[in-house]
T-cell receptor, first 117, second 115 residues
Framework: DTGVSQDPRHKITKRGQNVTFRCDPISEHNRLYWYRQTLGQGPEFLTYFQNEAQLEKSRLLSDRFSAERPKGSFSTLEIQRTEQGDSAMYLC???????????????FGAGTRLSVL | GENVEQHPSTLSVQEGDSAVIKCTYSDSASNYFPWYKQELGKGPQLIIDIRSNVGEKKDQRIAVTLNKTAKHFSLHITETQPEDSAVYFCAASYPYGGSQGNLIFGKGTKLSVKP
């Protein structure tokens, strides 16, 4: 399977614990996005990387959230001191931007569903 | 910032009928409009997209129309089949010129196709 893969698929944790999710984008895709999706809503943008550089963060990304993309390959999203409000599906998407006229087609992974008890 | 409204939130049709989902956007700078299908337990899957310099695009049973003046775009599915049952999301983006290109999604439409 050469699509976007995310691990784990499900994570149950207790409030106050730290969690980390991993995303492996499609090979050679230079952009990687993180979105959060709550029940009955569309995905909401959290942050994105152009290669290894994190270029934008949403206001939804509090200081408890951090993301990395070392060497411009896989990415990790860490949530520290989890709260019940963090319960959601965390989606990763990747794309290949070739230039100013590129459509930036984003391909999504299956997501990591986080439940904070 | 951009805001995308999507209607209806639920849609039930008989197999073989057509389904139409409508979206409006607020930022006239947006110029790329993809549609995603999300099945239970899966991530969104791109089914069709359109750029702002095109008024209509068709791919087999699926078509998308765009009215830039009114800031409306719509998804049309003809000859619906039970496997079309899923949640559909519209989105808007400004992906060009080095911008971040993140997608702004509508809240989704749950389509049910009855056999």
């Amino acid at each position: 399977d050469t699509g976007v893969s995310q691990d784990p698929r499900h994570k149950i944790t207790k409030r106050g614990q730290n969690v980390t999710f991993r995303c492996d984008p499609i090979s050679e895709h230079n952009r990687l996005y993180w979105y959060r999706q709550t029940l009955g809503q569309g995905p909401e943008f959290l942050t994105y990387f152009q290669n290894e550089a994190q270029l934008e963060k949403s206001r939804l990304l509090s200081d408890r959230f951090s993301a990395e993309r070392p060497k411009g390959s896989f990415s990790t999203l860490e949530i520290q001191r989890t709260e019940q409000g963090d319960s959601a599906m965390y989606l990763c998407a990747s794309s290949f931007m070739t230039g100013k006229r590129s459509k930036n087609i984003q391909y999504f992974g299956a997501g990591t569903r986080l439940s904070v008890l | 910032g951009e805001n995308v409204e999507q209607h209806p939130s639920t849609l039930s049709v008989q197999e073989g009928d057509s389904a139409v989902i409508k979206c409006t956007y607020s930022d006239s700078a947006s110029n790329y409009f993809p549609w995603y299908k999300q099945e239970l337990g899966k991530g969104p899957q791109l089914i069709i997209d359109i750029r702002s310099n095109v008024g209509e695009k068709k791919d087999q049973r699926i078509a998308v129309t765009l009215n830039k003046t009114a800031k409306h775009f719509s998804l049309h599915i003809t000859e619906t089949q039970p496997e079309d049952s899923a949640v559909y999301f519209c989105a808007a983006s400004y992906p060009y010129g080095g911008s971040q290109g993140n997608l702004i999604f509508g809240k989704g439409t749950k389509l049910s196709v009855k056999p």
